[in-house]
Structure formats: structure tokens, C-alpha cells
């Protein structure tokens, strides 16, 4: 038996969260006592050192017409690959270009799709699993009724080892179709250089509390010296404050992080939706009845203007020492 | 243009989640139910289409009778005709197989859905529809223009934003950025008083696979107390960001 785990690489380059999943499927696979095969697309790294994260072996697809991505493509290339090698479980990791492919992977193979997976299965025969739904206010028990199933994986849920083992690798000749019709992509606008908020192990956020945009450069800072992701809540991208990239909650984007610092934001229920799953909550406000200092694990009740300059230099300093 | 709407029924953004039956059923009692918010944007959406192009809006929906309110809602709003498929949508795949099973049947040039339901955030429905009926599907939609058969689209990336073109029909999966939140229609008095003569069409659902099944569920763990630094004190959150939580 074996699992296949889709390794995406962004401009030819890993992402953190591919380990990941790489990780997921390797422990998976000992569970299920199965083999761990990685798939890569037009990855421009060595892929042997998806071993360390404990695939035995990769198979590549290396193909001009796969050099951007389309979720179509990508997908039909990954089923190729789970038919050929006989996988009834596909791993994915839920990032932006994961949810476009999943769904579409779990239709065309009549397989289970399991989305915002957080921990390995309870059990794999029946194969039992808990996701996140309900907006994290929940976790919901999963049976999957088919053996063949897809595995979304949030990222940021687990932590991956590191082994002393490479993989292995082979190529996979893998033509596109050309039957269906297809999208093409124009172009892809970047923010370079800022860390991935879905990644992010580490995020810093501000609310309304902040009074306006031109005082963005000390939530800036502060992310800067943690080496933190930046975030806002809703209004203060729907004002124009912030991109809408950067709002998370019920409506905007989910975050599972380290560490999420949270200045000046009120913790309405559906703000707290898309943060709460953050394993350490740190909550600045001037009012102490906020409700997100209930849903805090630190708290300081005090003006951000004087709290933030003191916390940069404070973190500053502690960072020169070690 | 023959657009179609997929919208799901869900429980308010504010409401409590509360499982009974042996955490085995939500507990909807007191609980009110809305349209799910990304199918709003796609509502907007189609009825932006509708203006500048003409066309015809349907909106559909797996469910029981209880998400009519739902439905009569999108009529008011602007929509055309409303189908209710006559199912417990328990199961993605058997949802997204039912829609397509529908939309097979009524040549759509555009299907339009939302990115996930805010009750069991799947994420799965609308990939699930493309694949079925063999049509692009695009995730996480923020922008759709269309000029002659060639659409425009614009879907958010991980910390960035792809345009992509493409020829109808499709199907894309919105959130907000696809309309603006002000420009959100909302049911006026003529379109209610409208709505009760369009048709709701009852279909009955055909016997479809499942390929999951919801045992039970669970809350997440509280909280414990949250600890209070003292504002003049910020190097003592530090101290204990880096020994006690351990995240620096
Ligand atoms: C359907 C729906 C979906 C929604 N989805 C989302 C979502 O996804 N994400 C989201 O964030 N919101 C969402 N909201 C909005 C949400 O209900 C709140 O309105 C919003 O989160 C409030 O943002 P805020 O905390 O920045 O602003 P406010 O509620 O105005 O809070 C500002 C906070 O700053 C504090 N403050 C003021 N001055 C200072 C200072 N000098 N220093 C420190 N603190 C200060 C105040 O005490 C206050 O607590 C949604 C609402 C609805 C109805
Ligand atoms: N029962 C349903 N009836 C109609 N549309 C649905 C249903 N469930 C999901 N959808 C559509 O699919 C989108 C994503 O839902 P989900 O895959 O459940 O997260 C929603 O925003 C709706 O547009």
C-alpha cells in the first residue's frame, strides 16, 4: 500500500507547509502500515530531501505546459500519479492552490475528502479522523466511507521531524490533456519578501483600536523584530486601512499560528472564529472588559501608542542577547 | 446568460454552536439561520451580470423545506427562479452530485457558489460541481469581468492575487472582493412582494453515494485564565513568551 502526499513547491521552492504534509503521510503510513511516496511539479529544488521529512521515494513531473499552475492539470497530474501507484489516499495541504485541487481530485476518484484536517486518524480501519468546523468553535468526528480518500491538511497543525534519510526519486512523464478547456494564467501579483499569513508560524494584528492607517508602522515594526506575519480584523480592511489580504476571521482568512498578538481589536465572535485556533493569544486593549482577553493567554490592558514602542524595544533588546 | 447560484443555508455568524444527541447533532434550537455570507457576494454578483448583460438567475439549494426562507430570500433580492433539492445535504460529494446532476440538465453559462459554507467550512461543494460537469473552476474569486465569451477572473493566492481568463461556461467560488460589501443587495418591500409569485421548484433528490459520515463532535477545550501583565511591565510578557509558551 502506499500514500501519495503532493509536495507543492511556489516558484520552484518548497513551502513550509509541504513538509508538512510530507510528515502527515509518513506517519500516516506507519499507521496504515503503507510506503510514502511524494509527488513534485515542476519543483526546481532537490527532492531527495523530501526524505528527511520521510518520503522513501518522489516521483517528478517536469513539463513546460505544467510550469504554472492550473488547478485542472495539477490535478489530473496528481491522479495520474495515485492510479499509477496504485494510492488510495492522497495528502494535500490546504494552502490556496490545495483547495483548488482537492475537491476536484476527491470528485474525479470517487474518493472522501476530508478539509481542515488537524490531527493523524483515530483509527484507519474504518478510517476515523477529527477536522476543525464550525468556524473552530468545533471539532467534528469523520468516518470516510470509501477507501479511496483526500486528506487537506491545515497548515501549521503539526510539527515535522526531521530524519537522516533521502528519498529517492524518478521521473513521471506525464502529458497534459488538452481536451477540456482550460484556464490560462495572466499574471500573478506577490507580495515579495512578506511572510505567508496562512504560514506564518508567528502574527501580528491590529484592529480599529489603532485609530488609522499612518499608525501601521509600529504594528510593522513589531512584526518586523518577531519576524511576524501582519493581520488585521475586518473594518479596518473594509475602511481601506489594510489590504484585504491581511483580514482574518469567520469571513476573511483562518489562522492556526504560535503566536497571535492582537492590538486594539474588540474579539467579536466572528473575528475570534478565524483566530481562535492560535496556540498563544496575546491581547493589548485599553479595555479590560474586551471580550478577547477571555479568549487571551496574555493580556495587558493598556494604550497601544505606549504599550507597542516599549514592547519593540523590549523585544529588541532581548533579542541582541541571545 | 443562464446563471446559476448555489447557496447554502447556515446559522447566523453570532450564534452559540451547541451539539445534542450525545454531541452527535447540532442543536439548532434558537439558532437563525442566514444565507451563507460568501453566497451573498455571488448573489450581488449574478445580479450585476443580470443587468449589464440580461439573463436569467436560478438559485439552488440541498435541503430540507426549513431552508425555503433562505431561498425565497435570494428571489427578493433579484433572483429568478429558486430550486430546492429535497435532501439532508450531510455529505459533500453527495451535495455537489446533486447540484451537477441539476445543472447538467439546464446548460448554465456561469455557476457561481461561495468558498466554503461558515458552518462546516468544506471548502469542497464547488471543485466537487467543476469536476462533474468537466468545466474550470476557479477557487477563492475575487474579481469576475466578462467581455464577449472571455472571462477575466482574479482569485486571491497565498499572500497575492492570480488573474486567470478563460472561455463560459465555469464555475467560480467567491468571497468577498467579487462585489464590495456595500454594494451587498438586500430584499426590498417590491422584491418580497415579488418573490412570493416567482417559483421555488421542489426536486426530489436521486439516491446518490455518500463517501462520509459525521460521528460525533466535540468543543474545543476552554481556556484557561488568561494571565495579566502590567502595561509598564512589558518585559515580563517577553519573559514569558519565550519560557513559558515558548514561541520566541
Ligand atoms: C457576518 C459578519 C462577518 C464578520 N466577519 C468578520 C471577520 O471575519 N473578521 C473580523 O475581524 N470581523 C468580522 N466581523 C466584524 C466583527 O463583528 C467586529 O465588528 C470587528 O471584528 C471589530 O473590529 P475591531 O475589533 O478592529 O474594532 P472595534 O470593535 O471597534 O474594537 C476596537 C478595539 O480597540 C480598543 N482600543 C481603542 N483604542 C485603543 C488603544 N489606543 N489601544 C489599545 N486598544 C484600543 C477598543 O477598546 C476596542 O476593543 C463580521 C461581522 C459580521 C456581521
Ligand atoms: N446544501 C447546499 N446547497 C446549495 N449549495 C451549497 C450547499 N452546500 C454548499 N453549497 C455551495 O458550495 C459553497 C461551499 O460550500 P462547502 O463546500 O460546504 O464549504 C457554498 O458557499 C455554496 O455556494
Not at chain 1, 120 to 129: A, G, Q, R
Not at chain 1, 156 to 170: H, K
Not at chain 1, 215 to 226: D, K, P, R, S
Request: aromatic share 6%; net charge negative.
Amino acid at each position: 500500500m502506499t500514500i501519495l502526499v503532493y509536495a507543492e513547491s511556489w516558484d520552484g521552492k518548497f513551502k513550509k507547509s509541504s513538509f508538512e504534509a510530507v510528515d502527515y503521510a509518513a506517519k500516516l503510513a506507519k499507521q496504515m502500515g503503507a510506503e510514502t511516496t511524494a509527488l513534485t511539479i515542476s519543483a526546481k529544488e532537490d527532492v531527495s530531501q523530501l526524505g528527511k521529512y520521510g518520503a522513501q521515494s518522489v516521483r517528478t513531473i517536469n513539463n513546460q505546459a505544467l510550469e504554472t499552475f492550473n488547478n485542472q492539470s495539477y490535478a489530473d497530474a496528481i491522479i495520474a500519479v495515485a492510479n499509477k501507484i496504485n494510492a488510495d489516499t492522497v495528502i494535500i495541504s490546504n494552502t490556496s492552490n490545495g483547495k483548488a485541487i482537492a475537491p476536484l481530485i476527491a470528485a474525479k476518484r470517487k474518493a472522501a475528502l476530508i478539509t481542515n484536517v488537524i490531527e493523524l486518524p483515530e483509527s484507519v480501519s474504518p478510517f476515523t479522523i477529527v477536522r476543525k468546523t464550525f468556524s473552530s468553535k468545533a471539532i467534528a468526528r469523520y468516518q470516510t466511507l470509501s477507501d479511496k480518500k483526500v486528506i487537506s491538511i491545515t497548515a501549521n497543525s503539526f510539527e515535522y521531524n526531521e530524519r537522516e534519510q533521502l528519498a529517492t526519486s524518478e521521473a513521471f512523464d506525464y502529458v497534459p490533456e488538452d481536451a477540456v478547456q482550460k484556464l490560462t494564467s495572466i499574471s500573478i501579483n506577490k507580495a515579495t519578501g512578506k511572510i505567508g499569513l496562512t504560514e506564518a508560524d508567528l502574527v501580528v494584528s491590529a484592529g480599529r483600536g489603532l485609530k488609522g492607517p499612518e499608525n501601521w508602522t509600529m504594528v510593522e515594526e513589531l512584526a518586523e523584530v518577531l519576524g511576524a506575519a501582519t493581520a488585521c480584523s475586518k473594518p479596518v480592511s473594509d475602511i481601506g486601512w489594510r489590504p484585504h489580504s491581511e483580514h482574518v476571521g469567520q469571513t476573511g482568512i483562518a489562522i492556526n499560528p504560535q503566536l497571535y498578538i492582537a492590538i486594539g481589536i474588540s474579539g467579536a465572535i466572528q473575528h475570534l472564529a478565524g483566530v481562535n485556533a492560535s496556540k498563544n493569544i496575546v491581547v493589548i486593549n485599553t479595555d479590560p472588559d474586551a471580550p478577547f482577553f477571555k479568549a487571551a493567554d496574555y493580556g495587558i490592558v493598556g494604550d497601544a501608542f505606549e504599550v507597542l514602542p516599549k514592547l519593540i524595544s523590549a523585544i529588541k533588546s532581548y533579542k541582541a542577547v541571545i | 446568460m443562464k446563471i446559476l447560484v448555489c447557496i447554502s443555508h447556515v446559522p447566523d455568524t453570532t450564534s452559540k454552536i451547541v451539539f445534542k444527541n450525545d454531541l452527535t447533532e447540532f442543536d439548532a434550537s434558537g439558532v437563525t439561520f442566514v444565507m451563507n455570507p460568501y453566497d451573498e457576494f455571488g448573489l450581488t454578483k449574478a445580479m450585476h451580470i443580470k443587468e449589464s448583460l440580461g439573463g436569467t438567475i436560478t438559485v439552488a439549494n440541498v435541503g430540507l423545506a426549513v431552508t425555503e426562507s433562505t431561498l425565497r430570500k435570494a428571489l427578493a433580492i433579484g433572483a429568478d427562479d429558486a430550486v430546492r433539492i429535497n435532501a439532508e445535504p450531510t455529505d459533500a460529494s453527495y451535495v455537489a452530485g446533486l447540484l451537477a446532476e441539476y445543472a447538467g440538465t439546464q446548460n448554465f453559462d456561469l455557476i457561481i457558489t461561495g468558498r466554503e459554507s461558515i458552518d462546516y467550512n468544506g471548502g469542497a461543494v464547488p471543485g466537487m460541481i467543476a469536476a462533474h460537469l468537466n468545466i474550470p473552476f476557479v477557487n477563492a474569486c475575487i474579481g469576475f469581468d466578462l467581455n464577449a465569451e472571455q472571462a477575466t477572473m482574479i482569485r486571491e493566492i497565498d499572500g497575492g492575487k492570480e488573474t486567470l481568463q478563460g472561455k463560459l461556461p465555469l464555475l467560480i467560488a467567491g468571497q468577498k472582493g467579487l462585489v464590495e460589501e456595500k454594494d451587498l443587495r438586500i430584499p426590498a418591500m417590491r422584491g418580497i412582494m415579488m418573490a412570493r409569485k416567482k417559483p421555488l421548484t421542489v426536486l426530489e433528490a436521486s439516491d446518490r453515494e455518500k463517501h462520509t459520515n459525521v460521528l460525533d463532535y466535540q468543543l474545543p477545550e476552554e481556556k484557561g485564565a488568561c494571565t495579566l501583565i502590567d502595561a509598564d511591565d512589558v518585559e515580563q510578557l517577553v519573559q514569558l513568551l519565550h519560557s513559558e509558551a515558548k514561541v520566541i
